[in-house]
């Protein structure tokens, strides 16, 4: 029963990475495309002002656009979370340290989007 258990555990975790690193990926494809345009238009106009009527200003919003990357800075910041549990971790068992881990707990939630 308990190796079930288990299965269906580890399974849900793995759909739920799956998700995450298919939005990280569409994220990056996206930033790929708009700097490989970005790049293209500003080599075509000879650095010019403008690109076929089309200002550096309109260029720049379109790449900031694509500089919106909510699942990449996610899974940036679970991964600084995970080094600083590991921190906690390793100063839990000091008593004089314990308040170091629990801040260190509190941080790592903070960077997962928690209180």
């Known amino acids: 029963m308990s ?7 580890l399974k849900a ?5 799956d ?12 930033l790929k495309t708009a700097s490989r345009d ?5 080599r075509k106009s000879g650095g010019e002002s403008e ?12 790449v900031e656009s694509a500089l919106n990357i909510p699942a990449t800075t996610q ?5 600084k979370a995970q080094g600083v549990d590991k921190f906690a971790d390793n100063w839990q ?10 801040m260190a707990r509190q941080f790592a939630a903070s960077l997962r989007g928690g209180e």
């Not at 975790?13 to 990475?17: F, K, P, R, S, V």
């Not at 998700?19 to 996206?30: P, Q």
């Not at 970005?38 to 500003?42: A, P």
């Open 3 to 9: 190796e079930n258990t288990d299965y269906e555990t």
């Open 13 to 17: 975790e793995y759909i739920e990475l």
């Open 19 to 30: 998700k995450k690193y298919g939005a990280v990926a569409a994220e990056n494809i996206l």
């Open 51 to 62: 690109i076929y009527g089309i200002g550096w200003d309109r260029l720049q919003d379109a």
């Open 93 to 102: 068992g000091n008593e004089s340290h314990s308040q170091i881990s629990e």
């Open 75 to 79: 899974a940036i910041n679970e991964i």
């Open 38 to 42: 970005m790049l293209k238009n500003i």
